[in-house]
């Protein structure tokens, strides 16, 4: 099955299109891992988890009892200590996997940046272990990662089928999402769509991607949806948006053009 990265700067959206993705492709049938890791961790609640129950949800990475029990290392402990570099993962989907509707699970992984510093401290070890492990599922993975290019640093961005890369309908933000393709090609990673996320003038924006990428391949514009912003300041999921919405219509033709064909693979 199909695995997908969604990467991109702070605030760009990655989240709400990794919780769509996640959403549309559970409600087509598909068994559906949703991964956040982020190291700070809201795909929860754009899920549509209430706030209180997703506040209640331990991130693997920081479950110091599990990091103890697994690589042998309690964090903290201090440097020169050693771990368990290949610790036991295979039961932590259903231990820690919360169902978030038929067909959708979600597992808060946590931040795992420091991997890309040469960090490989005993939560770190676990973390890139779990990921790598259910990355060979047979379900679809839909990872939304840490904020920023330092994602692509090799202990997350390997083994995937698709980077969905989100800025914004900005030069600079554009820019910086035309580098990240550019990094997950060099990774390994099969193929990526930079997706220009609020867009509020389409033409505008479709005609910023045809100057500043016109070297990516698969390129993509979701519409500014005017209900999003109320959603996420009440603290709302993405299902109470209607089959209407511009960000689920534009997120759905994401799913038809760069996803199903893979699934279809």
């Keep these: 099955m199909v695995k997908v990265l969604v990467a991109g700067k702070g605030g760009v959206g990655k989240t709400s299109v990794a919780a769509a993705m996640s959403l549309i492709l559970s409600g087509r049938g598909f068994s559906v891992v949703a991964v956040d890791a982020d190291s700070v961790p809201n795909l929860a609640q754009s899920l549509g988890i209430p706030y209180d129950r997703a506040s209640r949800i331990v991130p693997i990475a920081r479950d110091d009892r599990l990091i103890a029990e697994r690589t042998g290392v309690a964090p903290g402990t201090g440097w020169g200590a050693i771990f368990k570099l290949n610790p036991r993962v295979d039961d932590l989907l259903d231990r820690y996997g919360v169902a978030v509707r038929e067909n959708l699970r979600l597992v808060v992984l946590g931040g795992i940046d420091a991997s890309k510093q040469g960090c490989m401290c005993p939560a770190i070890a676990l973390a890139r272990r779990f990921l790598r492990h259910t990355l060979r599922r047979r379900e679809v993975v839909v990872v939304d990662s840490e904020a920023g290019a330092e994602v692509f640093g090799r202990g ?105 064909g893979l699934l279809e693979d």
């Design 156 to 260: 997350l961005a390997e083994n995937f089928d698709l980077a969905v890369v989100v800025c914004e309908p900005t030069v600079k933000s554009v820019l910086i999402g035309v580098d990240m393709v550019r990094m997950a090609g060099e990774l390994g990673v099969r193929e990526s769509v930079i997706v220009v996320n609020k867009a509020r003038d389409r033409e505008a924006a479709a005609r910023l991607l045809d100057e500043l990428a016109a070297h990516v391949r698969y390129r993509h514009v979701i519409g500014f949806d005017e209900e999003l912003p109320k959603l996420e300041y009440e603290g709302r999921g993405l299902t109470e948006l209607g089959p209407d919405s511009v960000f689920i219509r534009d997120v759905e033709a994401l799913v038809d053009k760069y996803v199903v």
